[in-house]
């Protein structure tokens, strides 16, 4: 009969707490949302004719690794359905634990002629130094504007 050693058994116990411990924290990770809010929409007329758009990236969970790149390929659309401007937007830098807003312009475009605001794709994504493909599935898109903003 094979006698158990408790020191043994309370050793193999720990490290299998710490190895569950660490992959939930990792899993926590890899599933930590990326809220974007359409904020405000601004219509401006110098140096041109355009609608300012500006999006806040929340980057502020607990946990939440530092974003390097989240770059977007954003549709406008107009009143009647019709695509009115596409444009390519850099939101990242945003360090963990951090909110940052950024602003970029739609020129040639009145704001109270859009419709809705697409995210066509997620061009470039980088959390915690890797690139990451599944951007586009965590992304949360809101808008506190009247303009229907999302994937």
């Given at each position: 009969?094979?006698?158990?050693?408790?020191?043994?058994?309370?050793r193999g116990l720990l490290l299998s707490g710490?190895?569950?411990?660490?992959?939930s924290t990792a899993g926590a990770r890899a599933?930590?949302?990326?809220?974007?809010e359409l904020n405000r929409l601004e219509q401006?007329?110098?140096?041109?004719?355009?609608?300012?758009?500006?999006?806040?990236?929340?980057?502020?969970?607990?946990?939440?690794?530092?974003?390097?790149?989240?770059?977007?390929?954003?549709?406008?659309?107009?009143?009647?359905?019709?695509?009115?401007?596409?444009?390519?937007?850099?939101?990242?830098?945003?360090?963990?634990?951090?909110?940052?807003?950024?602003?970029?312009?739609?020129?040639?475009?009145?704001?109270?002629?859009?419709?809705?605001?697409?995210?066509?794709?997620?061009?470039?994504?980088?959390?915690?130094?890797?690139?990451?493909?599944?951007?586009?599935?965590?992304?949360?898109?809101?808008?506190?504007?009247?303009?229907?903003?999302?994937?």
């Open positions: 009969m094979r006698m158990i050693d408790p020191a043994r058994t309370r710490l190895i569950a411990l660490a992959a599933e930590t949302a990326l809220p974007v401006v007329s110098s140096p041109a004719e355009a609608c300012r758009v500006w999006m806040v990236v929340a980057n502020d969970a607990a946990g939440a690794p530092a974003l390097g790149s989240l770059r977007l390929d954003l549709v406008a659309f107009a009143r009647d359905g019709q695509i009115a401007r596409r444009v390519a937007v850099e939101l990242g830098p945003v360090g963990a634990g951090r909110t940052a807003v950024r602003i970029f312009d739609l020129p040639g475009l009145a704001c109270d002629g859009m419709s809705r605001l697409l995210v066509n794709d997620v061009l470039a994504c980088r959390i915690a130094g890797q690139d990451a493909p599944d951007c586009a599935e965590r992304l949360r898109a809101t808008s506190r504007t009247g303009l229907r903003f999302g994937l």
